[in-house]
């Protein structure tokens, strides 16, 4: 799927800023040029038995408690989704993962959890199936994009820890 011709198709406004790829928050603050919009953590995580995908999706500076989540949530055993199961359901590899992989999952077969305090944003950064570029959506492009997908985000306090990604 082109997802520039996706957005462009379904009138998605945005802004593409490329550069280096970048693969940790430090090298995202080190690489990524200052843009005018929230800057996101994207968790592609699987339930105990594999049989629920979540798209996790909050602020940069948030790390999320997954116990928390597992019980909020009411799946039990939380973890990382690996390599191959992110690339079957979001069609994206690791360090790409972005709420625009959802293009990718037309059975519905991900949940998308955003964190309230992230969802007030006007705008927010994402990264356009590679993360070799940074896209710069407006939140009603979001919800148009939502809608053309068939996906609906649940909108949680996502339950954070103490320390956060500050590279």
Same mark, same amino acid.
Request: with cysteine; glycine share 8%; hydrophobic share 40%.
């Given at each position: 799927m082109d997802i520039f011709q996706f957005l462009d198709g379904h009138g998605i406004a945005y802004e593409r800023h490329d550069h280096p790829a970048v693969f940790?928050?430090?090298?995202?603050?080190?690489?990524?040029?200052?843009?005018?919009? $929230?800057?996101?953590?994207?968790?592609?995580?699987?339930?105990?038995? %594999?049989?629920?995908?979540?798209? =996790?999706?909050? %602020?940069?500076?948030?790390?999320?408690?997954? &116990?928390?989540?597992?019980? =909020?949530?009411? $799946?039990?055993?939380?973890?990382?989704?690996?390599?191959?199961?992110?690339? &079957?359901?979001? %069609? =994206?590899d690791p360090g790409a993962v972005s709420l625009l992989g959802l293009v990718n999952d037309m059975a519905g077969a991900v949940e998308l959890i955003v964190d309230q305090e992230l969802w007030k944003e006007k705008a927010?950064?994402?990264?356009?199936?590679?993360?070799?570029?940074?896209?710069? =959506?407006?939140?009603?492009?979001?919800?148009?994009?939502?809608?053309?997908? %068939?996906h609906r985000a649940s909108l949680l306090e996502v339950p954070g820890r103490s320390e956060s990604c500050t590279e």
């Open positions: 940790t928050c430090e090298e995202a603050n080190r690489l990524v040029p200052p843009l005018p919009a $929230a800057k996101t953590k994207n968790l592609f995580i699987r339930n105990k038995k %594999g049989k629920r995908h979540f798209l =996790v999706v909050v %602020g940069h500076e948030k790390s999320v408690d997954m &116990k928390a989540l597992s019980k =909020v949530l009411q $799946a039990g055993g939380l973890s990382f989704g690996s390599p191959r199961r992110l690339h &079957k359901y979001l %069609g =994206v927010v950064q994402c990264h356009p199936l590679v993360n070799t570029s940074t896209l710069v =959506v407006p939140k009603e492009g979001l919800e148009r994009f939502l809608a053309a997908t %068939g």
